[in-house]
C-alpha cells in the first residue's frame, strides 16, 4: 500500500498537516488452528498486505478517525467510557483503553487509515488494524516503551471486550512479531517462539479466498472454544490433582476417561485439538528435513479434522480443497477461523498455473463467480513507515 495514498486523504479531511504512517500485516497460518486459546502451537506468519494508519496528536482529548475504505468519520473522546458504536472505530478506541489500562496517558489524535487485507477472508484484516494503531499510540504516547507482547495482549483484549471475538493470540502475534521470508511457530502456552524461514523451493504458497465471508465475533467461533474449555473442565474434576489449565494439557487418555461426561459434539471438538497439536510438530520436523510432502498430508489432514471434526468449514472450502486435492496440489486447507474465507494451498510450481486456472473455472461454475486468488508474500510485522 501506498503512503501517498493514505497521507493525501490524512491531509483532505483533516487540518492539512501530516503526521507518522504506520503499517501493520495481516498473516497466513501454515498449520495450528485453533490451538491458540487451547495453549497449543501455531505456525503464522505476516503477509505484505495490511492497514496502513497516518497519525497526529491533535492537542485535545478527542479522537478524530476516518476509515479511508468505509468513508466514515467518527469522533469519540479518550475518556468516554462507553465508545463508538461503528465497529471499525471500536478498534481503535479498545486499543486506546487498553494502552491506558498500560498506564500510558494518551491523549486526543487524527486518524486516517486503509487497509488491503480482504475483510473476512481470514487473514485477520482485525489483528493488523489492532496492532498498527498500537504501534502509533507507542511511538506517540509511550515513547515505544510498551513491548510487543503488551501490544499483541491489548489487541487480543480489544477483541474479547469491545468487538466480542474470544480469540487467540495468534493472529495479533504474527501481525506484530512478524519478519520478511520467515514464518513463526509459536508455543501459545509458553509464548516461546522460534522463525522459520520459508522459502521452499520449487513451491509455492497460494491462497483461495471462497469469498463467503466469515464474521468471528459473536459467531459459532466463541461456541468452539466453549466446548474446549467444557471438556478441560471435566479433565479437571477427573484430576484435581494434576494443573489441567487448557487441553494442551490433555492427553488422549484423558479424552478417554471424559467421553461419557462430555457431549459428543465437544469431545469431537477436543479430538480435532489434540490431533492438531500433534500435527504442528509434524510439519515442523518435515520442514526441517525438506519433506514438503509430509507437510501437505498433514495440511490436507487439518483441513478433514477442521471440517468433520471441528466443523468450521463451509461447503465453499471443501470444494476448494477438492479440487486442489484433484489437481495434485501437495497440500491444502481452511486457513484461519474458517466459516469462510481462504483455503491455504502448497502447491509446486510446475502445477500452480494449471491449479489456479482449474480452481477459477470449477468454483465459478458451481457458484457464479471466482475465487480470488492471492500469492503469498512473507512480509514484515508492525512498523513505522515514516
Ligand atoms: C481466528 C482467531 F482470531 C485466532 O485467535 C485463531 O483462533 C484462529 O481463528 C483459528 O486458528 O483467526
Request: charge should be negative.
Amino acid at each position: 500500500m501506498e503512503v501517498e495514498f493514505v497521507r493525501n486523504r490524512f491531509i483532505k479531511h483533516f487540518d492539512g498537516q501530516t503526521g507518522n504512517v504506520y503499517f501493520s500485516p495481516g498473516r497466513i497460518n501454515l498449520i495450528g488452528e485453533h490451538t491458540d486459546y487451547n495453549g497449543g502451537f501455531v505456525f503464522p506468519g505476516a503477509v505484505s498486505q495490511g492497514v496502513m494508519a497516518e497519525v497526529r496528536p491533535n492537542g485535545t482529548n478527542k479522537v478524530m478517525a476516518y476509515s479511508i475504505d468505509l468513508k466514515d468519520r467518527v469522533e469519540f473522546d479518550v475518556d468516554d467510557p462507553q465508545g463508538p458504536k461503528a465497529t471499525w472505530a471500536r478498534f481503535i478506541y479498545g486499543m486506546v483503553k487498553e494502552f491506558q489500562l498500560l498506564g500510558v496517558d494518551v491523549k486526543g489524535f487524527n486518524i486516517a487509515f486503509a487497509g488491503d487485507v480482504p475483510l473476512g477472508a481470514g487473514m485477520s484484516s482485525s489483528a493488523a488494524m489492532e496492532s498498527c494503531f498500537g504501534c502509533a499510540l507507542n511511538d506517540l504516547f509511550a515513547d515505544n516503551k510498551i513491548s510487543k507482547w503488551d501490544i499483541v495482549l491489548a489487541g487480543q483484549a480489544t477483541e474479547h471486550k469491545y468487538i466480542g471475538c474470544n480469540c487467540g493470540i495468534m493472529d495479533q502475534f504474527a501481525s506484530v512479531f512478524g519478519e520478511e521470508g520467515k514464518l513463526m511457530r509459536l508455543d501459545c502456552n509458553s509464548r516461546e517462539f522460534e522463525y522459520f524461514p520459508f522459502a521452499p523451493k520449487g513451491y509455492k504458497l497460494v491462497l483461495l479466498n471462497s469469498c463467503v465471508k466469515h464474521e468471528l465475533a459473536g459467531s459459532p467461533y466463541n461456541d468452539r472454544r466453549n466446548s474446549c474449555e467444557r471438556v478441560v473442565k471435566a479433565v479437571q474434576e477427573k484430576h484435581p490433582e494434576r494443573s489441567v489449565k487448557t487441553l494442551r494439557d490433555c492427553t488422549w487418555q484423558d479424552l478417554e476417561e471424559v467421553k461419557d461426561i462430555v457431549s459428543a459434539e465437544d469431545m469431537q471438538r477436543a479430538t480435532f485439538v489434540l490431533g492438531e497439536k500433534d500435527r504442528v510438530l509434524g510439519v515442523c520436523d518435515a520442514l526441517m528435513a525438506g519433506d514438503y510432502e509430509k507437510v501437505g498430508e498433514l495440511m490436507y489432514a487439518t483441513h478433514h479434522g477442521l471440517s468433520k471434526d471441528y466443523e468450521v468449514s463451509c461447503e465453499e472450502l471443501d470444494y476448494l480443497n477438492d479440487i486442489a486435492k484433484e489437481c495434485g496440489v501437495t497440500g491444502s486447507r481452511i486457513m484461519g477461523g474458517g466459516f469462510g474465507g481462504c483455503t491455504i494451498n502448497l502447491v509446486k510450481d510446475s502445477l500452480y498455473n494449471d491449479f489456479v486456472e482449474t480452481a477459477k473455472q470449477k468454483f465459478a461454475a458451481k457458484y457464479g463467480h471466482e475465487p480470488k486468488v492471492y500469492d503469498v508474500v512473507i512480509g514484515r510485522g508492525s512498523h513505522k513507515v515514516c
